[in-house]
């Protein structure tokens, strides 16, 4: 929210919103869970009620693109096929990230870390700051439904913030609620690409899930429900 154009009204919401998060734990946390499990629209949630920082690896990878900087450009080709970008790009970019005043209650990490040598990263650069991660929260989904979500799934670029055609449509069709801007449906949402990204997440991710649960941190929620009980599930595991 931009403080200096909002009302009045807003700002007192605002305000109680912020007042409601300190009663709540300081946390990091993982959300796991392959494309079109929902990470987005559950992290935006989260960061509502909780007041942490969202830290989207693709969100951040995607802004880089757009800016041309010297990662974006390496990392384009990678991203363009659906295959991971090299961990020595994605640990560069978190770093900054996670030290930003947004992330002092806490971080939501969506979409990283995608496998066993991000996820060492992590908890080294984590320790390192005198933090650790809390939570794993495993997003479920029965693979069929992938597809159909991904196909409807529309996205804000500079939020991040993301849409279902269907299932979690905009306010006006097309626009992003927040700010009116135009949502797209990204390129590497199409089939192909998506397959492609979906057995990634099966091969190389679901073993750092494993690495999570023998460390006894991990929820598993089933997504093959609306939005608001999934959100309920993930918020009980967080008090
Ligand atoms: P996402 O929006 O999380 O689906 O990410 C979009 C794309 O960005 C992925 O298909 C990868 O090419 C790249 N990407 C995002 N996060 C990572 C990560 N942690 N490791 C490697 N590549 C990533």
Do not use: W
């Not at 800016?67 to 096929?81: C, L, R």
Request: hydrophobic share 30%.
């Amino acid at each position: 929210m931009d403080l200096s154009k909002a009302s009045l009204e807003d700002l007192k919401k605002e305000l109680v919103r912020r007042e409601q998060c300190e009663s709540k734990p300081k946390k990091n946390i993982i959300l796991m869970g392959p494309p079109g499990s929902g990470k987005g629209t559950q992290a935006n949630k989260i960061l509502n009620d909780f007041c942490y920082c969202q830290l989207s690896t693709g969100d951040l990878l995607r802004d880089h693109v757009a800016k041309k900087t010297p990662e974006g450009i390496k990392a384009k080709e990678a991203m363009d096929k659906g295959q991971l970008v090299t961990d020595e790009i994605v640990n560069s970019i978190i770093v900054g990230a996670i030290r930003s005043p947004q992330c002092a209650r806490g971080v939501i990490f969506d979409g990283y870390p995608r496998n066993a040598e991000q996820a060492a990263n992590l908890d080294n650069l984590l320790s390192s700051e005198g933090r650790k991660i809390d939570n794993v929260i495993q997003l479920k989904v029965n693979e069929e439904e992938l597809y159909g979500r991904i196909e409807g799934r529309r996205v804000h670029l500079s939020s991040g913030r993301t849409y279902h055609v269907k299932n979690n449509p905009p306010k006006v069709e097309g626009k992003d609620d927040v700010t009116g801007e135009p949502l797209i449906h990204r390129d590497d949402d199409k089939r192909e690409v998506m397959q492609g990204r979906i057995e990634i997440y099966n091969k190389i991710t679901t073993p750092v899930i494993e690495y999570y649960g023998t460390k006894g941190h991990l929820t598993t929620v089933d997504v093959m429900q609306n939005i608001n009980d999934v959100y309920k599930n993930i918020s009980n595991s967080l008090i």
